[in-house]
């Protein structure tokens, strides 16, 4: 049986049309199937719409959270409850086409263990949007080495993967980078983004910039070499200055004014700061990985 797990916020418009395409095509497919979707603590009303589409399709399953957690909590949570043979991760927006999940499983019935959608093209984004995408997964790419350009959440995965990813304790969960690291079998699926046809998109460039940062931290030591960097960096430059201004001190010629030492203090003072900002936020996840709060509270069940 194939899971489909459907991270839905605020999607009441678009809801009951995902339900019906993909059952519709699931069954035409022959492919058995549950759709889950996750209510990630919506505030219109796709709970209701959820159990309307289980009324009219008894595969389909909702999951209801007590509040907004984010998609990633959603994808996992939709992991935790399917008891497909495999797994897939699809947006409830319809943007990424259905037809590229047959595609998937066939893939899957061919022995691949991990299957990616990849994106042909990003459809329509603004161009900050672009921008900050750009600059993330080319960072992300970096640090779980692996390219993540063309990467989405759209993919299938083998019960062995979905057990490995659900293995994994960590609370600040990302589903893309952990799904690479996993290892497995693994194809990929080119798909063409599709145009949203109702709703909005859920995220603002701001949003996308903190979650970003978020990941970064959460995957990568990074940041921290570079700031060992800078301390070489400037190391080597105190080295030069010293011996610059011993020698002048000896011949004579003193260093003069308070203009070098109030330069030197803002430049080592503005440095110190960022490096300090830098642990913290590794500082910040540390706290919070340790506290141990579940990634998400599950409040009703369909
Ligand atoms: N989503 C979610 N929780 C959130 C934000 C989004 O479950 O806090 C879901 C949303 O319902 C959709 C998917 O994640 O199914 C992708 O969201 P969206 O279409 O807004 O993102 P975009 O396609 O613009 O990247
Ligand atoms: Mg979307």
Not at 130 to 143: D, L, P, Q
């Amino acid at each position: 049986m194939l899971s489909v797990i459907i991270p839905s916020y605020n999607e009441q418009e678009i809801l009951p049309q995902t339900a019906e395409v993909l059952s519709r095509l699931l069954t035409e497919e022959h492919i058995p199937y549950e759709l889950i979707f996750v209510d990630d603590g919506s505030k219109d009303l796709t709970w209701d719409e959820i159990i309307r589409a289980h009324a009219k399709d008894e595969n389909v399953h909702g999951v209801h959270f007590s509040r907004n957690f984010g998609k990633e909590a959603a994808i996992f949570a939709g992991l935790s409850q399917a008891l497909g043979d495999c797994a897939a991760v699809m947006d409830c927006d319809l943007q990424h086409p259905p037809g590229t999940l047959v595609e998937m499983y066939r893939k899957w019935e061919e022995g691949y263990e991990v299957v990616e959608g990849v994106k042909r093209t990003r459809g329509k984004e603004t161009g900050s949007h672009r921008a900050a995408a750009g600059i993330f997964y080319r960072i992300m790419s970096k640090a779980v080495r692996i390219d993540m350009t063309r990467a989405s959440d759209f993919k299938l995965l083998d019960r062995r993967a979905v057990d490995s990813l659900l293995e994994m304790p960590e609370r600040n969960a990302f589903f893309r980078a952990m799904s690479s690291w996993i290892g497995y079998r693994r194809a990929q699926v080119e798909f063409d983004v599709q145009e949203r046809t109702a709703g909005e998109s859920k995220w603002t460039t701001a949003q996308l910039v903190s979650y970003a940062v978020s990941n970064i931290v959460g995957y990568s030591t990074a940041p921290m070499q570079i700031v060992t960097g800078a301390g070489v960096a400037v190391f080597l430059l105190a080295v030069v200055l010293g011996i610059q201004t011993l020698v002048r001190y000896f011949t004579g010629h003193a260093v003069e004014g308070f203009t070098t030492v109030i330069l030197l203090i803002l430049l080592i003072g503005s440095i110190i700061m960022v490096s300090l900002g830098i642990i913290g936020y590794y500082i910040a996840r540390i706290y919070e990985e340790v506290k141990g709060r579940p990634k998400y509270i599950i409040s009703g069940k369909i």
